[in-house]
């Protein structure tokens, strides 16, 4: 069946440094693909998506490109700041059948930063 | 506008009780999903519902029922809770067609003894 798989974590960094979370999935068809963010206490809330190969996902600093030939999703961002902590879920959205629209999450990466 | 919400926030049960969760949005979404999240499992999907009066399976159902019998709510039901239910539950709603964002609510803390 589908599923997504993400690095572990957690992962620390220093402020300012570079991010990159490694995101790769398994599906039938075209999904799309997408960051969600939780902060701490909260709920999930949509990072950024991108819906076909190449398509560039991009929010707040953080990017992610579609690629279909090594059917990967990776987050990054150029320089991480203390209030990016956070636990970051790479998920994907079936295209078909009766689960469409239904998300499919990897197990999360918590990120904390340090000043 | 609310978005998504949920009651209660925190809720600890004994082994056997019963319990009903609440998910409202305000967005005029059709669809309607109920998440659990484990540490270290991500979430995974329990039930959700394309439009009042609908539901269906998800991943997770065991343990759980659920009714969507007005558009705006979702309820979750545990019938006799077990400590294997001990989980954060979230709810979640979007638009119908296509494959868009799902807005999330603050979610439920259940503690099952």
């Known amino acids: 069946g589908d599923s997504v798989t993400q690095m572990e974590g957690p992962v620390t960094l220093s402020e300012e440094a570079f991010l990159t979370i490694n995101c790769t999935y398994t599906a039938t068809g075209y999904p799309s693909l997408f960051w969600y963010v939780q902060y701490p206490g909260e709920g999930l809330q949509l990072l950024l998506k991108?819906?076909?190969?190449?398509d560039k996902g991009s929010n707040k600093g953080f990017e992610a490109t579609y690629r279909k030939e090594t059917t990967s999703f990776h987050l990054e961002k150029g320089s991480v700041q203390v209030s990016d902590s956070a636990v970051y879920f790479c998920a994907l959205s079936t295209n078909y059948g009766g689960s469409q629209g239904n998300l499919i999450f990897g197990k999360g990466t918590k990120l904390s930063v340090k000043p | 506008n609310a978005g998504v919400t949920q009651t209660p926030k925190f809720r600890v049960l004994k082994t056997g009780q019963s319990m009903t969760l609440l998910c409202a949005q305000d967005m005029n979404h059709e669809y309607m999903y109920w998440y659990r999240q484990d540490p270290g499992m991500g979430l995974r999907l329990i039930h959700y519902?394309?439009?009042?009066?609908?539901?269906a399976k998800g991943e997770v159902p065991d343990g759980y029922n659920v009714s969507r019998l007005k558009k705006q709510n979702f309820l979750l039901g545990l019938e006799s809770a077990a400590p294997s239910q001990t989980s954060v539950y979230f709810c979640?709603?979007?638009?119908?067609?296509?494959?868009?964002?799902?807005?999330f609510g603050p979610g439920t803390r259940l503690t099952v003894l």
């Open positions: 979640a709603s979007r638009v119908s067609g296509g494959m868009g964002e799902q807005f």
């Open positions: 519902s394309v439009g009042e009066g609908t539901t």
């Open positions: 991108a819906t076909k190969a190449d």
